[in-house]
């Protein structure tokens, strides 16, 4: 490659510069600033891990949608599709006999192959929280009302966060009794929202009409928890079905005591995305984006698979998704990149140096700028405006600054 082609990124991928960049910074800092509220702490995990830590027994990504690669020992590595099997498994490792709740929290990049014609972005910056050890509706509550919060500290304002329960879909199913592939085909009609489809499915299934009645009825079932509830237990006796449905209550009830159910709504036909959930799901949607702009929920049983029983909640805001929200909402204040630019010319290095550290003392950001006697001020005004600053400090003489405000282009 050379030229103009090196100038490229891959499909799936892109460059984030200058106020974007700036934007970005900001709403991961208000995001992460809203968890560490809640008393979650900070944890790094590696970029790249084994491939078994996203193995398909973890119930996460899709193997042929992990970028994965070799070491020199021929051992599989793969970037990150997830970060919530990296945290578990720090979990078995770092706090092995801890039976108390941990509270942490990530800011990282998770990267999922997917294809190119879907138009996705391959890499995703997300920030996350996972609790261990807290197995309470509470706590299933408190999940929920932290990403209405996130969202709302950044100005997001209108949203949605769609509320479900993983064992609704496998409690009908287990009553259903129907096989894994005939599940896992009804499955996919309902993810795709081809409930015509799942309808004529459901149709030739040898089952109760009740339950058909049930699975005919899914994507109607929103909205009103009470009636939904209702509905369903009126068709079935399963235990896990009925068991989901009281902790939505509980959890509904839970989540009035924070004053947001404005934001929620429930969702009988949402499934989850990942198997390793296990209870409570929810996904967070506003107009104008199709993809979700924050995704969490219960999974009990994986940290189990890395040696260590905990149940377990997380949350992922995913902030691609909500920059491109507050974008397209127009929701960002009109702010330049900030700072200040101290122009100087060659004799007052002195002064000028000891101005800027002065400044910075204060806590202002200063570049300091060494005039070339060819060029104007009028040039470094244009200068200024293009780097997006809020001043140029001009040091003329001794004991003589010149500052001039620079209006923030949008
Ligand atoms: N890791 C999940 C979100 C999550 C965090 N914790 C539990 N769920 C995701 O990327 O969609």
Redesign the pocket.
């Known amino acids: 490659m050379e030229g103009q082609e090196l100038l490229h990124t891959p499909g799936g991928v892109r460059d984030v510069y200058g106020r974007e960049c700036a934007r970005k910074m900001h709403v991961k800092k208000e995001v992460h600033h809203i968890l560490k509220t809640h008393g979650f702490q900070d944890i790094e995990t590696p970029a790249f891990e084994y491939f078994d830590i996203f193995s398909k027994e973890r119930g996460?990504v899709q193997s042929r949608e992990m970028f994965k690669f070799f070491d020199r020992g021929n051992n599989t590595l793969v970037l990150r599709?997830?970060?919530?099997?990296s945290?578990a498994r720090c979990v078995a490792k770092y706090w092995r006999d801890e039976t108390m709740p941990i509270r942490l929290c990530y800011t990282g990049k998770?990267f999922v192959n997917t294809p190119p014609y879907k138009g996705k972005l391959q890499e995703v910056t997300?920030v996350?929280?996972?609790c261990f050890h807290d197995d309470t509706s509470d706590t299933d509550a408190e999940m929920i009302a932290m990403t209405v919060e996130c969202l709302k500290q950044c100005g997001l304002k209108e949203f949605q966060l769609e509320v479900g329960h993983a064992d609704l879909f496998r409690g009908l199913v287990e009553e259903a009794g129907i096989s894994q592939s005939e599940a896992q085909e009804l499955r996919e009609l309902i993810v795709s929202k081809n409930f015509f489809g799942a309808q004529e499915f459901v149709g030739r299934l040898e089952v109760a009409d009740s339950l058909k009645e049930i699975f005919e009825k899914l994507p109607e079932l929103l909205g009103d928890l009470t009636e939904c509830v209702q509905f369903v237990k009126e068709r079935t006796k399963n235990e896990r079905v009925l068991q989901a449905l009281e902790r939505l209550q509980k959890v509904e009830e839970i989540l009035g005591c924070y004053g947001c159910l404005d934001y929620v709504t429930v969702d009988f036909s949402m499934l989850s995305?990942?198997s390793?959930?296990t209870g409570v799901?929810f996904r967070a949607y506003t107009y104008g984006n199709g993809e979700?702009l924050?995704?969490?929920?219960?999974?009990d049983g994986l940290v189990q698979q890395f040696g260590k029983k905990a149940s377990?909640?997380?949350?992922?805001i995913?902030i691609d998704q909500l920059m491109l929200a507050l974008t397209r909402q127009n929701l960002f204040e009109d702010t330049t990149l900030g700072g200040g630019i101290l122009l100087y010319p060659q004799s007052l290095r002195k002064e000028a140096i000891g101005l800027a550290q002065k400044y910075r003392k204060e806590g202002r950001c200063i570049q300091m700028l060494r005039k070339a006697s060819a060029k104007s001020v009028e040039e470094y005004l244009e200068y200024a405006k293009r780097a997006d600053v809020e001043e140029l400090i001009y040091l003329e003489a001794v004991n003589k600054v010149e500052t001039y405000t620079i209006k923030g282009n949008k």
């Open positions: 996460t599709p997830d970060v919530t099997p945290i998770t997300q996350g929280a996972e995305q990942y390793y959930y799901i979700a924050a995704t969490g929920g219960r999974y377990a909640i997380g949350l992922a995913v």
